[in-house]
């Protein structure tokens, strides 16, 4: 919603990287976030990273932001069976006193023993 | 408790009739926020409490749905006289401001189905 897009799908065997695209159009946003979603499951937050930053790592995740072109991406390192989810981004715009946030409509990641 | 909690996990109603969703939030967390999820969509934003009072309710979609919250703690959302297009997951999230970071937690929803 509010232009932030992902694409629908992503396919991977085990053991390689996947890499999860985020588009969004809005250049006041602040954060940008990382959601993992399981099946009947609400929102986990993955990591999130500040809009003036380029890189951020943590463990197996690596956030990459290119603030110029509005692309924000996920990478999982050695993607395993169990990292199988809807995976959302996410924006926090600021709106008089409070955040208001953008979601994508999810990726679907599939992993394939 | 540890986390945001939604209630009832699952609710199946008739058309027409009213339906009450309840959550709570983690405590402390002054700022709660409620979406819609329709099947294979993203997150649509209803509305936003900072305490008990809503800044922004621009995304109930109609007069049907309205939301309260007491005691700057647990907030019912309530779905009057529903329809068929109001099937989906209804997600709570709430957070807490560090400074202009916002770290929102989400509960696990209620998936409502009306016949």
């Known amino acids: 919603g509010e232009d932030v897009e992902q694409s629908l799908f992503l396919s991977v065997r085990e053991g390689d990287s996947s890499v999860i695209n985020c588009t969004y159009t809005?250049?006041?946003?602040?954060?940008l976030y990382w959601y993992k979603q399981e099946p009947g499951a609400g929102l986990q937050l993955l990591t999130y990273?500040?809009?003036?930053?380029d890189m951020k790592q943590d463990q197996r995740l690596t956030v990459l932001l290119n603030k110029k072109d509005k692309h924000l991406s996920l990478r999982i390192a050695d993607t395993q069976t169990g990292d199988s989810a809807i995976y959302f981004c996410a924006e926090s715009r600021p709106l008089y006193n409070f955040n208001k946030f953008y979601f994508g409509s999810g990726t679907k990641l599939n992993v394939k023993p | 408790g540890a986390g945001v909690s939604q209630s009832p996990s699952n609710k199946v109603t008739e058309k027409g009739k009213d339906v009450e969703l309840r959550c709570d939030p983690i405590?402390?967390?002054?700022?709660l926020y409620w979406y819609r999820q329709s099947l294979g969509q993203g997150l649509e934003f209803l509305i936003y409490?900072?305490?008990?009072?809503?800044?922004?309710k621009s995304g109930l979609p109609s007069d049907r749905f309205s939301a309260e919250r007491t005691g700057g703690s647990v907030s019912t959302l309530t779905i009057q006289r529903t329809q068929q297009e109001d099937s989906a997951v209804y997600l709570c999230a709430s957070s807490l401001r560090r400074g202009t970071q916002e770290t929102q937690y989400f509960g696990p929803g209620t998936r409502l189905l009306v016949l």
């Open positions: 809005d250049s006041s946003s602040t954060y």
């Open positions: 409490f900072q305490g008990n009072s809503a800044p922004d």
């Open positions: 405590s402390g967390h002054t700022a």
């Open positions: 990273i500040f809009s003036n930053m």
